[in-house]
T-cell receptor, first 113, second 112 residues
Framework: DAGVTQSPTHLIKTRGQHVTLRCSPI?????VSWYQQVLGQGPQFIFQ???????GRGNFPDRFSARQFPNYSSELNVNALLLGDSALYLC????????????FGPGTRLTVT | ELKVEQNPLFLSMQEGKNYTIYCNYS?????LYWYRQDPGKSLESLFV???NGAVKQEGRLMASLDTKARLSTLHITAAVHDLSATYFC????????????WGLGTSLAVNP
């Protein structure tokens, strides 16, 4: 079975622009979580979705939004990009939102200039 | 909000030596994870610890959990170069929508 996939792998944006990151969970997994990992730090939780509903939200501004589609894939949108949004964005999938096994994708490296 | 502290943050050790990484957390939790991350790569799950006294071992790594002390340890036995990576512990914050709270990571370098 394919693991968690994310696209794109890398991208470079300019301050003020908007970005959309995509994630496809493992087949059979219905929950997707998004994390931001700034260089040299641990991941920070952004959102969790399960069955297309938001189940958790971290301490991020409203510029960050996400959604989950009927096929359980997910998008993370970030508006009005700031330099501080430069990070590795990780997606993780699990069977349900309470599952203790969580599998991470390869990440999207976002650079904001 | 639950806080997670790891120490040390940086660890340089020789091959063949033993060492322990510590993970403390500030409030009660029912689940603790250890992950490994290689430079520029994603996170690889190593262990999930669910109960007090839980001990899990895989190869040269052994993780344990003491929920009363709110402490987990990751013990490295007879280190080899392939273990060089950053190790994170992460704890479920049951009082905050079960968010996963991460430590800063321990950057481990195993030298010949």
């Amino acid at each position: 079975d394919a693991g968690v996939t994310q696209s794109p792998t890398h991208l470079i944006k300019t301050r003020g622009q908007h970005v959309t990151l995509r994630c496809s969970p493992i087949s059979g997994h219905k929950s997707v979580s998004w994390y931001q990992q700034v260089l040299g730090q641990g991941p920070q939780f952004i959102f969790q979705y399960y069955e297309k509903e938001e189940r958790g939200r971290g301490n991020f501004p409203d510029r960050f939004s996400a959604r989950q589609f009927p096929n359980y894939s997910s998008e993370l949108n970030v508006n009005a990009l700031l330099l501080g949004d430069s990070a590795l964005y990780l997606c993780a999938s699990s069977r349900t939102y309470l599952s203790y096994e969580q599998y991470f994708g390869p990440g999207t490296r976002l650079t904001v200039t | 909000e639950l806080k997670v502290e790891q120490n040390p943050l940086f660890l340089s050790m020789q091959e063949g030596k033993n060492y322990t990484i510590y993970c403390n957390y500030s409030t009660t939790s029912d689940r603790l994870y250890w992950y490994r991350q290689d430079p520029g790569k994603s996170l690889e799950s190593l262990f999930v610890l669910l109960s007090n006294g839980a001990v899990k071992q895989e190869g040269r790594l052994m993780a344990s959990l003491d929920t009363k002390a709110r402490l987990s340890t990751l013990h490295i036995t007879a280190a080899v170069h392939d273990l060089s990576a950053t190790y994170f512990c992460a704890v479920v914050d049951a009082g905050n929508n079960r968010k996963l709270i991460w430590g800063l990571g321990t950057s481990l370098a195993v030298n010949p």
